[in-house]
């Protein structure tokens, strides 16, 4: 799983329009190569030319600021979004408007930051270390684990945005995606309280225009009744496109009729403990320290007027459903 070339962990250039570009294609797999052929229409052309266009787009963008141009990066909008140009770019823009507008939840994304490190160390959020057997990588999520009294919403996005980051260059994740398990029996009315729908729609925007990732599927296990309303809400917030990836199970013995049990940890039917999976990811994570610290300095200017700080500052209308919800749940 974290078999990776010798260059993933190096700091790319901040410089929107540097005198040379990083040009390094890693090499794919027979297997994913076909997956990038028949499911994404990429070839060397294809890949070169949307390369250059991208790259033209942030050169020429007056709002964009700083920003990484290497190849792995680029490949995550292209790949994607199946090399719609217009998608890519718009994607990468309001990547980078989340950043500057949510700088909580998008940057620090530090492992060693005693907060996130320690719910790192916990075992909420980590991906697994094999494939499926469509090449994809699964992410598992053990809510019991979040303590509502030490973490906020924010912590919560901030593992998520981590764990994807520590992801999202991977060429295998690019081409085949990866597939979400949540299990939610440990859910707890405090832990709902901690979100507000404000920050669930917000959240979902992001999910469905800002992520650039092939979320394929999305799996929830033991979903507590008290929780219906919530991920109701949420769902209706999704593409429907992303709506369609959603199932849910009474328990673990449904979901592995969908996803192969051995690939899971110990705990939960699979074959090896979830501390190794844990440590495997931290030691990752440690890795890509500066490489994700670096990231923080990418820059895009947005202004009042602009449709992200429109999108993420009209609250107006939650404001007071937002006190009703979290009233209605804490009782």
């Known amino acids: 799983m974290y078999k990776v070339e010798s260059n993933f962990y190096s700091v790319p250039s901040l410089d929107k329009s540097p005198a040379s570009y990083d040009n390094q294609v890693a090499e794919l797999s027979d297997f994913y190569k076909k997956i990038a052929q028949e499911e994404l229409r990429e070839d060397d052309s294809t890949r070169e030319k949307s390369l250059q266009q991208m790259r033209d787009w ?3 963008n007056p709002n964009i600021r700083k920003c990484r141009t290497d190849t792995p990066f680029l490949l995550r909008y292209l790949r994607s979004k199946k090399y719609c140009i217009n998608t890519a770019t718009e994607t990468l823009e309001k990547y980078l408007a989340g950043r500057v507008l949510h700088p909580d ?3 620090n994304l530090d492992v060693q930051d005693p907060e996130l490190g320690a719910l790192v160390d916990s075992g909420y959020l980590f991906p697994l270390l094999e494939r499926d057997s469509q090449g994809r990588t699964l992410i598992f999520n053990d809510t019991a684990q979040l303590d509502p009294t030490k973490y906020t919403a924010a912590h919560v996005t901030r593992i998520h945005l981590l764990t994807n980051e520590a992801l999202y260059d991977m060429p ?6 990866v597939v979400m398990v949540y299990d939610l029996s440990g859910m707890s009315l405090a832990q709902l309280s901690l979100v507000s729908l404000n920050e669930i729609r917000i959240l979902a925007g992001y999910l469905n225009n800002g992520t650039p990732m092939r979320i ?6 033991n979903t507590p009744s008290a929780t219906l309303t919530i991920v109701n809400f949420a769902l209706q917030l999704l593409s429907e496109k992303l709506r369609e990836r959603v199932f849910c199970h009474k328990n673990f013995d449904e979901l592995y009729t969908k996803v192969d049990r051995n690939l899971l940890p110990k705990e939960f039917g699979g074959k090896s403990p979830k501390a190794e999976y844990i440590a495997a990811f931290k030691q990752h994570c440690l890795k890509l320290r500066d490489k994700l610290n670096n990231s923080d300095l990418m820059d895009i200017e947005i202004s009042k007027d602009s449709k992200y700080w429109q999108e993420s500052h009209s609250a107006e209308l939650e404001s007071g459903a937002i006190g009703s919800f979290r009233q209605l749940v804490v009782d």
């Not at 394929?216 to 296990?221: A, K």
């Open 172 to 177: 295998e994740v690019q081409c085949a995606g």
């Open 216 to 221: 394929r599927e999305f799996h929830f296990v």
């Open 58 to 60: 942030i050169a020429k």
């Open 105 to 107: 939840w998008f940057k």
